[in-house]
Structures are given as structure tokens and as C-alpha cells.
């Protein structure tokens, strides 16, 4: 299950990053006026960089957690399904995205020699990289100037922002290559993520899902394990978990309301799953965030 913290559900799967016809990239940035329209679980086929100033959050990618504190520094590929980075916890924190395709790789990167030494790093990104908070100390002003430049001086800025990464020896490595790589393959995701976003709070069976996408029972759980390494059940419960982590962080609601929101109908079963994926029951779990 692939999840990052402080996101909120909606409408969401493939989300088709459009450049100009001037420009091979794009510079986004986000704030509590502009919020990030990427919400929900989606992916990208663009490469992106993401610049968080400052709040703390959590990063759960195919099992694995990492929590950050005073924002967060990240480059990840093609094809890695994800939720939005941000977070709500200073009025005064904004995020920074850059995304750019394969072309600003085969036409730019790779073109000129002299940024053969960026390669391996654009290789990397398709392992989910988390740098330290000293390379984000590093680079904040450059994050800070980028959204005010020109198309032209942001190229170069984009330039430089991969040379300083690329010099960087200790990135947190969150998922297996192999990963993104599967699922760049498969031609579902979009509608399976489209199904969850919209319906997770309804009851939902496995049959239900392969209609959805139009394979039998039977093909649609031979490919969704092959995909995720997971049942499609197992995948949905830690879905709805994720979903009431944040209602438990950010709302009041009981825990049954929050239970029921989420699309468990049973209480105990609720908090069975939810101690076994996070290791406490909800009520400890809210009680010790808070």
C-alpha cells in the first residue's frame, strides 16, 4: 500500500502532466491559497520533484515508513503510484513540483555529454528518493527563487537542482526498481485507482473490481497480485487504514463514525486491522499523535 501523510481522497488515478509547447518541464508551486490538485492515490508517467518547506508528515511506500520532520525533499519516476506530499501544519508552508517526461531525459540529458553524470541519479528516482535534511537546507533557496524565474533561467535551475542531488551519496532508496517498473506495464492501474478513490467508503468485492476493469474474477486476481504483491482485499483494508489514520489525526469523529466513513461495517474488525498495520488500536493511535 502506498500512502504519504497529511492527503485528502478525491477523483484521482493517471494525472497527465501537460507542458507547453515552449517548455519540457513544468514548475508548480502550492500553498494554502493554491492547494496541490493531485490529490488522492494517482501517478505520474513524468518524473517529479518534490519540495516540501516545512511540517511534518509521514511516507508510507509498499510497506515501508518514513516520517519527516520540517518538510521533506524527494525525487521519484515514472509511474509510482503516490498521494499528495503535502501538508496543513504551518499557514506559512508552500510546495514546490517539478515535473519533467522522458523526453527532457532523451533530448537534454542525454544529448550532451556533459550530463552523463545526472543519469544515474535519473535511474535512481525510479526507487523513490528521500534525501537528508541537509540537502534540503542546501537547496531551499533555490526552491524558493525557481517558481519566479523564467522558463529559461528555470531550465538551468532545473539543471543545477539534478547536479546537486546527483552529488548526493546517501538517499533513502523506499521501493525496489522492479516496482515502477510493474507497474508501467500494466494498463488497469488507472481505472482500478479511479474505483478506489471514488468508492472505498462503499462495500466493494473483488468481483465488483474485476467488472470494473473487465477481466474475470479470476485474471483480475492473478494480475492485481502480480501488480501490488498483494490481494486486492489486503490492498483495500490498507486503504481504508491509511483513510482513518488521517480522519483520526485531523477530525474529532468517534471511532466508529470514522470506521464506518472508511467503509468497515464492523467496529471490532476495524480495530483489529488497524493495530495489526499500525500496532496500536485507533484510540491510542489518535491519543499519541495528538
Known amino acids: 500500500m502506498i500512502y504519504f501523510g497529511n492527503f485528502v481522497l478525491l477523483k484521482a488515478l493517471y494525472k497527465h502532466i501537460s ?32 519540495f516540501v518547506k516545512n511540517g511534518n508528515g509521514k511516507i508510507i511506500v509498499e510497506g515501508n ?8 525533499l ?24 517539478i515535473h519533467f517526461g522522458n523526453e527532457f531525459v ?35 533557496p533555490q526552491f524558493e527563487q525557481i517558481t519566479n524565474l ?25 521501493i525496489k526498481e522492479e516496482v515502477s517498473n510493474r507497474y508501467a506495464k500494466n494498463k488497469q492501474l488507472d481505472k482500478i485507482f479511479k474505483f478506489l478513490n471514488q468508492n472505498y467508503h462503499h462495500q466493494i468485492s473483488t468481483r465488483d473490481m474485476a ?12 494480475m492485481f497480485k502480480a501488480l501490488t ?3 486486492f482485499i489486503s490492498y483495500l483494508n490498507e486503504y481504508r487504514i491509511n483513510r482513518a489514520m488521517k480522519l483520526l ?15 468497515f461495517e464492523n467496529l471490532s474488525y476495524f480495530s483489529k486491522k488497524f493495530s495489526k498495520l499500525k500496532g496500536k488500536k485507533p484510540i491510542e493511535y489518535r491519543k499519541n499523535y495528538r
Do not use: W
Not at 507542458?19 to 493531485?38: M, P, R, T
Not at 515508513?65 to 521533506?72: A, K, L, P, R, S
Open 19 to 50: 507542458y507547453s509547447f515552449e517548455n519540457s518541464f513544468q514548475v508548480e508551486k502550492f500553498d494554502q491559497k493554491k492547494l496541490c490538485a493531485h490529490d488522492g492515490l494517482h501517478f505520474h508517467d513524468s518524473y517529479e520533484i518534490v
Open 65 to 72: 515508513e518514513i516520517n519527516y520532520n520540517n518538510g521533506v
Open 74 to 97: 524527494i525525487f521519484l519516476g515514472p509511474c509510482i503510484p503516490h498521494f499528495s506530499f503535502s501538508n496543513t501544519n504551518f499557514e506559512d508552508n508552500y510546495e514546490v513540483v
Open 106 to 140: 532523451e533530448q537534454r540529458l542525454r544529448l550532451f555529454p556533459e550530463f552523463r553524470d545526472l543519469l544515474p541519479l535519473i535511474h535512481k528516482s525510479k526507487q523513490f528518493l528521500v534525501f537528508n535534511s541537509e540537502v534540503k537546507k542546501e537547496l531551499t
Open 150 to 174: 523564467n522558463p529559461m533561467k528555470q531550465l538551468i535551475s532545473i539543471f543545477n537542482l539534478l547536479y546537486e542531488l546527483s552529488k548526493s551519496t546517501s538517499p533513502k532508496k523506499i
Open 211 to 222: 467488472l470494473h476493469v473487465g477481466l474475470t474474477t479470476n485474471s483480475f486476481c492473478r
Open 229 to 231: 504483491q498483494k490481494s
Open 249 to 263: 489525526e485531523e477530525t474529532d469523529d468517534n471511532i466508529s463514525e470514522i470506521a464506518y466513513q472508511c467503509g
